[in-house]
C-alpha cells in the first residue's frame, strides 16, 4: 500500500478546472468561430433569400454555446470557493494498493476501484480520474504521483481497461 499527503490549494482546484475546461471549452470555441465566420461569410454573399435566416440561426447558436460555456466558468468558480470554505489550507491523504485509490480529505473520503475507472487525465498540476458512467472526476496532485506512484497508478489504471491520457 502507498500512502501520499498533499496539501489542498486553490491552484490543485484550478488545475482541475483548467484541464476540462481544455478538453471540452477548446473544441467548442473552435466551432462557435468557424460558425459565426460562415455566418458573416453567408451575409456577405447575401443572394440567397435564405442567408439572412440562416446566419441569423448560426449566431443564435453560437450565442447559446458562448452563454453556456460562461455559466459552466461561474459555475465552476463558485464550486472553487466552496470547496476552499471547506478544506482550503489542509491536507489531503492519497492511498493506493492493488485494489483501488482512495483521497480522504477533511471531512469527506473517496473510494474507487481499479477496475471502476474509465479514464485518467495525467496533467503536469494535477490528475483526474474519472469512473465509468459517471462525470465526477477525483482531482490528486501531479506531485503525489510522480515517480514509481505514477506509474502504478497508470499500470493499474490500463490493465482494468481504463483510457489514460497526458494533457
Do not use: H
Amino acid at each position: 500500500m502507498l500512502t501520499v499527503s498533499y496539501p489542498l490549494t486553490a491552484e490543485l482546484y484550478r488545475a482541475g478546472v483548467r484541464m476540462r475546461l481544455r478538453r471540452v471549452a477548446l473544441p467548442i470555441l473552435l466551432v462557435v468561430t468557424v460558425a459565426a465566420l460562415v455566418g458573416i461569410n453567408i451575409l456577405t454573399l447575401g443572394e440567397p433569400a435564405y442567408a439572412a435566416i440562416l446566419s441569423t440561426i448560426l449566431f443564435t447558436l453560437c450565442l447559446v454555446a458562448l452563454v453556456r460555456l460562461l455559466g459552466a466558468y461561474v459555475r465552476a468558480m463558485r464550486a472553487e470557493a466552496e470547496w476552499l470554505k471547506r478544506v482550503g489550507g489542509g491536507t489531503a491523504t492519497l492511498s493506493m494498493d492493488d485494489d483501488g485509490l482512495g483521497v480522504e480529505i477533511p471531512d469527506q473520503r473517496t473510494w474507487m476501484r481499479w477496475s471502476a475507472l474509465r479514464e485518467v487525465w495525467c496533467g503536469g498540476e494535477a490528475w483526474l480520474f474519472y469512473t465509468r458512467g459517471g462525470i465526477q472526476a477525483m482531482i490528486v496532485s501531479a506531485r503525489a504521483l510522480d515517480g514509481s506512484a505514477g506509474a502504478f497508478a497508470r499500470t493499474k489504471a490500463i490493465a482494468t481497461g481504463a483510457r489514460v491520457r497526458n494533457v
